[in-house]
């Protein structure tokens, strides 16, 4: 999750999709980060969507993504000891405030025919379909038999915000075409 100006993004994806090297580049484009792999999302009396306060974690980076931006491995923490990925500090913090949630883009790598990113919108019902999918741990929601109150969650959050799908090629080279893409569109 990332914020810019008074509101703020989710970025979902799956594993391997690249949220946090997304989120760092943004990072470095004046977004200010609000958390890497999970955020919560709270309703707020006086606030008209969800809000996400920032969690201060550092994004977890591979080698090559950490290669692209010109980070030294190095100078960061192994995540695991078999792992070529790296904890990086949130070098542009987000403030200690709630940020109005205002769009969730959803990651999906190009089928190879397409060589540009592309944003586009998803109707609602698609949007609930995968904001759903991206829930953090849903065999625990399901075993603690709350679905009924996350499908209601999920239904607010989606009526209420803008959810598009990003799909861009594979490969670093990419991602300042993608970063002006989600600045402008």
Not at 135 to 146: D, I, K, S
Not at 160 to 178: A, C
């Given at each position: 999750?990332?914020?810019?100006?008074?509101?703020?993004?989710?970025?979902?994806?799956?594993?391997?999709?690249?949220?946090?090297?997304?989120?760092?580049?943004?990072?470095?484009?004046?977004?200010?980060?609000?958390?890497?792999?999970?955020?919560?999302?709270?309703?707020?009396?006086?606030?008209?969507?969800?809000?996400?306060?920032?969690?201060?974690?550092?994004?977890?980076?591979?080698?090559?993504?950490?290669?692209?931006?010109?980070?030294?491995?190095?100078?960061?923490?192994?995540?695991?000891?078999?792992?070529?990925?790296?904890?990086?500090?949130?070098?542009?913090?987000?403030?200690?405030?709630?940020?109005?949630?205002?769009?969730?883009?959803?990651?999906?790598?190009?089928?190879?025919?397409?060589r540009r990113p592309v944003l586009e919108p998803l109707d609602k019902?698609?949007?609930?379909?995968?904001?759903?999918?991206?829930?953090?741990?849903?065999?625990?929601?399901?075993?603690?038999?709350?679905?009924?109150?996350?499908?209601?969650?999920?239904?607010?959050?989606?009526?209420?915000?803008?959810?598009?799908?990003?799909?861009?090629?594979?490969?670093?080279?990419?991602?300042?075409?993608?970063?002006?893409?989600?600045?402008?569109?």
């Amino acid at each position: 999750s990332l914020a810019i100006g008074e509101s703020s993004i989710l970025v979902l994806g799956d594993s391997g999709a690249g949220k946090s090297t997304l989120a760092q580049h943004l990072s470095m484009n004046g977004y200010k980060a609000l958390g890497d792999d999970t955020c919560a999302l709270w309703r707020v009396a006086d606030a008209s969507a969800p809000v996400i306060y920032p969690s201060g974690t550092a994004f977890k980076l591979w080698r090559n993504a950490l290669d692209a931006v010109g980070i030294d491995p190095a100078d960061h923490q192994s995540v695991g000891q078999r792992l070529d990925k790296y904890f990086v500090a949130n070098a542009r913090a987000a403030d200690d405030r709630p940020h109005k949630v205002s769009r969730i883009i959803v990651l999906d790598k190009s089928d190879g025919e397409n060589r540009r990113p592309v944003l586009e919108p998803l109707d609602k019902l698609n949007a609930m379909q995968t904001v759903t999918e991206h829930v953090y741990r849903p065999q625990f929601v399901g075993a603690l038999g709350l679905w009924e109150g996350q499908f209601s969650q999920i239904s607010k959050l989606v009526a209420g915000t803008e959810v598009l799908r990003l799909t861009r090629p594979w490969g670093h080279e990419f991602m300042p075409e993608v970063v002006d893409l989600l600045k402008t569109g």
